[in-house]
């Protein structure tokens, strides 16, 4: 049978080339020649046999003398397939991306060698102002009887803040009685809190009474008029010709208006004196109730007992906001399935590339990244470490690298007893205000993400004397943490402080206008009168000083930010061959000071998960 299938396999393609049957002596004569190959190829088989296992032979003895070609310890759970296809750049990104091994710590310094860190240069020179110019006039009450504004604020804490800020604002524009906001107790953070659980009620409507006239509820017979629900919702950064034309008809009509979902509703550039008015509800206005100002307080003064000063950091790395932000970290496939299904809740996110997220900045810092970043900086291991964060994915071995670098680590849990958080603990809101206060009360302010909380804080520091408030520049500190292992640590922190320069709060950084105002209150920061004159004398003694330290004659109290350091190209380092040690290529910055009348280009803004 098996003659007969290979004949008729033979048979059709002759047939087919040659237009007719074969005869039967073509056929005798092709099966007689492929027996004779087979013959031939018999006696070969041993031979290639031999010559198979001698070079398999060959390539076990070269393993075994130089190891694997691959380690396998770089990719986290190999023994299976990734359940979602990643870039493999990202999966060799770093071995433990959010854990980074303790043994690796032992190049780092303990000591700090930087002593500029604790002060912004020139903060001296500018001053925080909200009072609006003579042609601002005042809120008249016969004149917003008949118009009621309602909002709805949306989000945590702090994104409600920026709400209820805007609403004052946007209730100026309007010439509208303004109702005291309500909160968000419906969201993720499921807060029942009211504004005046947070914020003291009456200090806020006699604060600005001035500027907008502010009630605590609607009069009865306007109660009925929302509850038929004339809400409406107002597009994102609505400018005042927005409000005019979209709300106004409705408020004249209805008299009444609610505004729902409100945070981020209103335009970032305003004439100036209403951004004023921004200032001066989200600095003056906005205060927090007793209960929370004393027991925030308490902790700070707790900070202060146990060292003169103190940096905070506020540390967003909870499962929710690394789904959010679609960035991987180095967990496998464990990481990928349990935030993978988190993500599913926003069904109106698109699938992500984790590469090209962490390339762009737009993932936040893992904790053993921030423990780096500061000691490239030049903290040292004395430094007392306040970290104020919510549930941290990994728990403690996420948290076991930087506590390792900072072991004067402390949270509010550990300042504050159970009893005396008993009153907060069970209300998010109330316990991100305790951090709120710790944080802008702290020497130095550090961020590991691009969120409200950090947004709003940056603001706030700026205006009340520029405290010093670092940002991490993540679109370059991402490559100098993937090439970490390929340089000395010398090298590494000295790429750090070049990377963060314009990142350290310093007056200025950001061209006026450009950013989101809250972040950035430039219309809200003022300069004395001889601030420009006394900062250029200040710059030419300090170059005159490292032209005298550069001809060889001793300078004494040369401050450290005059170091030399690496200059930082606009494009990101990708390439292993610019972090040799080795190399000869590294051009230097001639000792370039920081100076706070060169702008620099604002990074770019993302908002994130909330606060």
């Given at each position: 049978m098996q003659f007969i299938n290979g004949l008729l396999t033979w048979i059709g393609p002759w047939t087919w080339k040659h237009g007719r049957l074969p005869n039967v002596g073509t056929i005798m004569a092709v099966q007689r020649?492929?027996?004779?190959?087979?013959?031939?190829?018999?006696?070969?088989?041993?031979?290639?046999?031999?010559?198979?296992?001698?070079?398999?032979?060959?390539?076990?003895?070269?393993?075994?003398?130089?190891?694997?070609?691959?380690?396998?310890?770089?990719?986290?759970?190999?023994?299976?397939?990734p359940p979602v296809p990643i870039n493999l750049a990202v999966e060799t990104r770093n071995p433990d991306a959010s854990k980074l091994r303790l043994s690796e710590l032992k190049d780092v310094p303990t000591q700090s060698d930087r002593s500029n860190l604790w002060a912004s240069k020139f903060s001296e020179f500018y001053y925080g102002c909200s009072e609006p110019s003579r042609r601002f006039t005042s809120a008249v009450q016969d004149s917003h009887s008949k118009r009621y504004l309602t909002i709805a604020a949306s989000g945590g804490l702090n994104q409600q803040r920026t709400g209820i800020t805007d609403a004052v604002v946007v209730a100026r524009m309007l010439n509208a009685t303004l109702v005291v906001p309500k909160l968000d107790q419906k969201s993720f953070w499921k807060d029942k809190s009211n504004f005046g659980d947070?914020?003291?009620?009456?200090?806020?409507?006699?604060?600005?009474?001035?500027?907008?006239?502010?009630?605590?509820?609607?009069?009865?017979?306007?109660?009925?008029?929302?509850?038929?629900?004339?809400?409406?919702?107002v597009p994102r950064k609505c400018t005042q010709h927005c409000y005019e034309n979209r709300v106004l008809p409705v408020l004249l009509k209805r008299h009444v208006v609610e505004l729902t979902k409100f945070d981020y509703r209103l335009a970032n550039k305003l004439d100036t004196d209403l951004q004023k008015l921004r200032c001066k509800v989200n600095y003056h206005a906005l205060q927090f109730t007793n209960s929370i100002s004393e027991m925030g307080q308490k902790l700070v003064d707790r900070m202060k007992?146990?060292?003169?000063?103190?940096?905070?950091?506020?540390?967003?790395?909870?499962?929710?906001?690394?789904?959010?932000?679609?960035?991987?970290?180095?967990?496998?496939?464990?990481?990928?399935?349990?935030?993978?299904?988190?993500?599913?809740?926003?069904?109106?996110?698109?699938?992500?590339?984790?590469?090209?997220?962490?390339?762009?900045?737009?993932?936040?810092?893992?904790?053993?990244?921030?423990?780096?970043?500061?000691?490239?900086?030049?903290?040292?291991?004395?430094?007392?470490?306040?970290?104020?964060?919510?549930?941290?994915?990994?728990?403690?071995?996420?948290?076991?690298?930087?506590?390792?670098?900072?072991?004067?680590?402390?949270?509010?849990?550990?300042?504050?007893?159970?009893?005396?958080?008993?009153?907060?603990?069970?209300?998010?809101?109330?316990?991100?205000?305790?951090?709120?206060?710790?944080?802008?009360?702290?020497?130095?302010?550090?961020?590991?993400?691009?969120?409200?909380?950090?947004?709003?804080?940056?603001?706030?520091?700026?205006?009340?004397?520029?405290?010093?408030?670092?940002?991490?520049?993540?679109?370059?500190?991402?490559?100098?943490?993937?090439?970490?292992?390929?340089?000395?640590?010398?090298?590494?922190?000295?790429?750090?402080?070049?990377?963060?320069?314009?990142?350290?709060?310093?007056?200025?950084e950001v061209r006026p206008g450009r950013g989101e105002f809250h972040e950035y209150p430039f219309a809200c920061i003022c300069e004395h009168p001889d601030a420009r004159e006394r900062i250029e004398a200040i710059l030419q003694h300090q170059s005159k000083s490292k032209s005298k330290n550069v001809g060889g004659l001793p300078t004494q109290n040369v401050e450290a930010h005059t170091e030399d350091e690496s200059v930082v190209d606009d494009t990101d380092w990708l390439e292993k061959d610019e972090f040799d040690d080795n190399s000869q290529t590294q051009q230097r910055a001639g000792h370039e000071d920081y100076n706070p009348f060169i702008k620099t280009d604002e990074p770019e803004l993302e908002e994130m998960l909330s606060d």
């Amino acid at each position: 049978m098996q003659f007969i299938n290979g004949l008729l396999t033979w048979i059709g393609p002759w047939t087919w080339k040659h237009g007719r049957l074969p005869n039967v002596g073509t056929i005798m004569a092709v099966q007689r020649q492929k027996f004779r190959m087979r013959i031939l190829l018999i006696p070969s088989i041993p031979t290639l046999s031999l010559v198979c296992g001698s070079i398999l032979l060959a390539l076990t003895f070269v393993s075994i003398m130089i190891g694997p070609l691959i380690d396998l310890r770089h990719f986290p759970n190999h023994s299976g397939p990734p359940p979602v296809p990643i870039n493999l750049a990202v999966e060799t990104r770093n071995p433990d991306a959010s854990k980074l091994r303790l043994s690796e710590l032992k190049d780092v310094p303990t000591q700090s060698d930087r002593s500029n860190l604790w002060a912004s240069k020139f903060s001296e020179f500018y001053y925080g102002c909200s009072e609006p110019s003579r042609r601002f006039t005042s809120a008249v009450q016969d004149s917003h009887s008949k118009r009621y504004l309602t909002i709805a604020a949306s989000g945590g804490l702090n994104q409600q803040r920026t709400g209820i800020t805007d609403a004052v604002v946007v209730a100026r524009m309007l010439n509208a009685t303004l109702v005291v906001p309500k909160l968000d107790q419906k969201s993720f953070w499921k807060d029942k809190s009211n504004f005046g659980d947070i914020f003291d009620v009456d200090w806020f409507i006699s604060f600005l009474s001035k500027d907008v006239v502010i009630v605590k509820e609607l009069p009865e017979k306007f109660q009925k008029v929302v509850g038929r629900s004339h809400g409406m919702r107002v597009p994102r950064k609505c400018t005042q010709h927005c409000y005019e034309n979209r709300v106004l008809p409705v408020l004249l009509k209805r008299h009444v208006v609610e505004l729902t979902k409100f945070d981020y509703r209103l335009a970032n550039k305003l004439d100036t004196d209403l951004q004023k008015l921004r200032c001066k509800v989200n600095y003056h206005a906005l205060q927090f109730t007793n209960s929370i100002s004393e027991m925030g307080q308490k902790l700070v003064d707790r900070m202060k007992k146990r060292s003169r000063r103190f940096l905070a950091l506020h540390l967003r790395f909870e499962p929710d906001m690394l789904a959010f932000s679609g960035c991987y970290y180095g967990g496998g496939d464990k990481e990928r399935r349990e935030l993978g299904a988190i993500r599913k809740r926003w069904k109106t996110l698109h699938i992500s590339s984790p590469d090209k997220e962490r390339r762009h900045g737009k993932c936040p810092l893992t904790p053993q990244e921030v423990g780096l970043m500061l000691r490239a900086l030049g903290f040292g291991s004395d430094l007392h470490l306040y970290v104020a964060s919510g549930e941290v994915y990994g728990g403690e071995e996420t948290l076991a690298p930087l506590k390792a670098l900072f072991p004067n680590f402390y949270t509010k849990d550990t300042l504050a007893s159970k009893e005396e958080l008993e009153p907060f603990s069970s209300y998010s809101s109330r316990m991100a205000a305790l951090d709120y206060i710790v944080c802008d009360q702290s020497d130095v302010f550090v961020t590991n993400n691009n969120g409200n909380m950090a947004r709003m804080l940056a603001g706030r520091r700026r205006y009340f004397g520029h405290k010093p408030t670092i940002r991490p520049n993540a679109k370059k500190l991402n490559s100098l943490f993937l090439n970490r292992r390929n340089m000395t640590w010398d090298a590494f922190a000295s790429r750090v402080r070049a990377c963060q320069k314009g990142f350290m709060g310093e007056p200025n950084e950001v061209r006026p206008g450009r950013g989101e105002f809250h972040e950035y209150p430039f219309a809200c920061i003022c300069e004395h009168p001889d601030a420009r004159e006394r900062i250029e004398a200040i710059l030419q003694h300090q170059s005159k000083s490292k032209s005298k330290n550069v001809g060889g004659l001793p300078t004494q109290n040369v401050e450290a930010h005059t170091e030399d350091e690496s200059v930082v190209d606009d494009t990101d380092w990708l390439e292993k061959d610019e972090f040799d040690d080795n190399s000869q290529t590294q051009q230097r910055a001639g000792h370039e000071d920081y100076n706070p009348f060169i702008k620099t280009d604002e990074p770019e803004l993302e908002e994130m998960l909330s606060d």
